[in-house]
């Protein structure tokens, strides 16, 4: 197994550009997250899913969407990119019978 | 998800020295779990504990569980250069909130 992956592990953005990154994961895991990690401000939650069809806000969900067609991919889509998203992002999945994450190595994400 | 803060923010030790990280909530908990995070790395789950007053070891490392499952903490015996990174302990729910978790530098 793959576990979680991410693509890209690096990107580098203008202001007001768009773009998705890409996650998934071969785990048959139902719960899937996005978090956000920023020096000093730990790992903060941006939006969530607890399977397909399903998702919910975290704690900073505001610039960032997400959809949850299949259970195995959980995309973050940033619509117009501020330098303020300029971050480390990282992408987890869990079954829903434990509350154990498996992250993905990341994408380090800088907005100019 | 269940919210925990974490003591200390940061701490530095010097090799061989032990560490001690705390994390507290004010609800009973129904269970936590414990990440490790190196630097340019991604957390890593070390251990869930699940009942009251829980103790489990892995080598160096101490897990304790409080008899309320309101706090729980992690001990590190003799430091490590191998131990730096972020500690972070994470309540249990839909949403997992890490929080700013514990950084520990270990200077040789």
Request: charged share 15%; net charge positive; with cysteine.
């Amino acid at each position: 197994n793959a576990g979680v992956t991410q693509t890209p592990k690096f990107q580098v953005l203008k202001t007001g550009q768009s773009m998705t990154l890409q996650c998934a994961q071969d785990m048959n895991h139902e719960y899937m997250s996005w978090y956000r990690q920023d020096p000093g401000m730990g790992l903060r939650l941006i939006h969530y899913s607890v399977g397909a069809g399903i998702t919910d806000q975290g704690e900073v969900p505001n610039g960032y969407n997400v959809s949850r067609s299949t259970t195995e991919d959980f995309p973050l889509r940033l619509l117009s990119a501020a330098p303020s998203q300029t971050s480390v992002y990282f992408c987890a999945s869990r079954t829903v019978n434990t509350d154990t994450q498996y992250f993905g190595p990341g994408t380090r994400l800088t907005v100019l | 998800g269940q919210q925990v803060m974490q003591i200390p923010q940061y701490q530095h030790v010097q090799e061989g020295e032990d560490f001690t990280t705390y994390c507290n909530s004010s609800t009973t908990l129904s269970n936590i779990q414990w990440y490790k995070q190196r630097p340019g790395g991604h957390p890593v789950f070390l251990i869930q504990l699940v009942k009251s007053g829980e103790v489990k070891k892995q080598k160096r490392l101490t897990f304790q569980f409080g008899e309320a499952k309101k706090n729980s903490s992690l001990h590190i015996t003799a430091t490590q250069t191998t131990d730096v990174g972020t500690y972070f302990c994470v309540g249990s729910g839909y949403a997992l909130n890490f929080g700013k978790g514990t950084s520990l530098l270990v200077t040789p």
